[in-house]
């Protein structure tokens, strides 16, 4: 009966327990330190009731409050002061230890996107840097490119002033040449003319003498001097026929010599033309306008030459045409002279 009464006891502690366990279920894993503390509420009611086991069981039971509670204190929900359980404070911990891994999680993924941003920007950066390079490269070969241009260019323009330096120099010489040809010339007509002028002076004086011998044929004195005077009018026409042939060689000289130069000055301005049509292949057209330029000064040039060859020649012509002509009447003058002359019979 006794036996009996206490199993009944056992099964009543049993149940206890069991509800105080369904009424208090653990969370996370962990026990409640409210449940813990009613467990050994419970092992304090029954371990007295075990008879001979109880003396072990209560030294089982210290044992297992010693590995389960703490040192450090802590008031439980009744206001009684009571140590902390163990897994109370790795649960507390563990949450501290969580939210830590939470805040560094947290801070690590900040970190992760500011990385990531800033990498972007370094890639971006990076290609930036690039096409500024590329860019430099470019400039800096245009420059080079540009730089050699404008040496060519100053050394193209320095060929073309030198150039137009010596085609001054050319033409200068060659107007100096003309003009002394000119004088040359002017200064031979003016002899030719005063020459011409002199010996038609001469000649009206021959003439008139003539004529006059001729009118007083019936005179004898006149007869007796018609001789000698004729002799001395023989002579003087034969001076002037010779003075106006060496008059006509000098002007034909003159005229072969300004023919003989401006043949030389139309080779030196074909080959001119020659050469600057020959330079413009692979010219910029600044060289271009510059040689047209210089084409037409040279057509220029060439004009004034010719208008001044043009009346020199025809100058010197007239001048030949009117000797010849004046060295035929002296000639003329000269056969009737000898038609005309008596006879020593």
């Known amino acids: 009966m006794e036996q009996q009464n206490k199993m009944k006891g056992g099964y009543s502690h049993v149940n206890k327990y069991e509800l105080m366990c369904l009424e208090n279920q653990g969370k996370d894993g962990y026990q409640s330190s409210e449940r813990i503390l009613m467990a050994f509420k419970v092992l304090d009611d029954i371990v007295p009731k075990l008879g001979v086991y109880a003396r072990l069981m209560g030294r089982i039971k210290d044992d297992l409050h010693a590995s389960v509670y703490s ?188 023919v003989e130069e401006f043949d030389k000055f139309l080779e030196e301005h074909k080959d001119e033309l020659q050469k600057i049509e020959t330079g413009k292949e692979d010219v910029t057209e600044a060289e271009l306008e510059i040689q047209e330029m210089d084409i037409e000064q040279a057509d220029q040039e060439l004009e004034a030459v010719q208008e001044r060859f043009k009346n020199t020649v025809g100058d010197i012509t007239n001048e030949l045409q009117l000797l010849k002509h004046h060295s035929l009447t002296l000639q003329d003058q000269l056969q009737k002279l000898e038609l005309s002359k008596p006879s020593h019979g």
Not at 82 to 103: C, G, H, W
Not at 160 to 180: C, F, I, T, V
Request: no cysteine; net charge negative.
């Open 71 to 258: 040192s450090e204190l802590t008031t439980g929900p009744d206001g009684v002061v009571v140590n902390q359980p163990y897994f109370t404070l790795v649960q507390r911990t563990s949450t501290k230890e969580a939210d830590k891994i939470d805040m560094l999680n947290e801070q690590l993924d900040t970190v992760k996107r500011r990385l990531f941003e800033k990498h972007k920007q370094f890639e971006e950066s990076q290609q930036k840097i690039e096409e500024f390079e590329e860019n430099m490269d470019n400039l800096e070969e245009k420059s080079l490119g540009l730089e050699k241009l404008v040496a060519n260019q100053k050394a193209e323009i320095q060929k073309l002033e030198e150039e137009l330096r010596d085609e001054k120099d050319r033409a200068a010489d060659m107007e100096h040449r003309l003009q002394g040809d000119i004088h040359d010339l002017q200064d031979s007509i003016d002899e030719g003319n005063q020459e011409i002028e002199t010996l038609s002076r001469y000649k009206k004086g021959y003439d008139d003498l003539y004529l006059a011998f001729l009118d007083t044929a019936e005179n004898e004195f006149t007869k007796k001097r018609k001789q000698p005077v004729i002799s001395t009018k023989r002579a003087n026409l034969i001076n002037n026929i010779e003075s106006a042939q060496k008059l006509e060689e000098q002007l034909q000289t003159v005229l072969n010599t300004a």
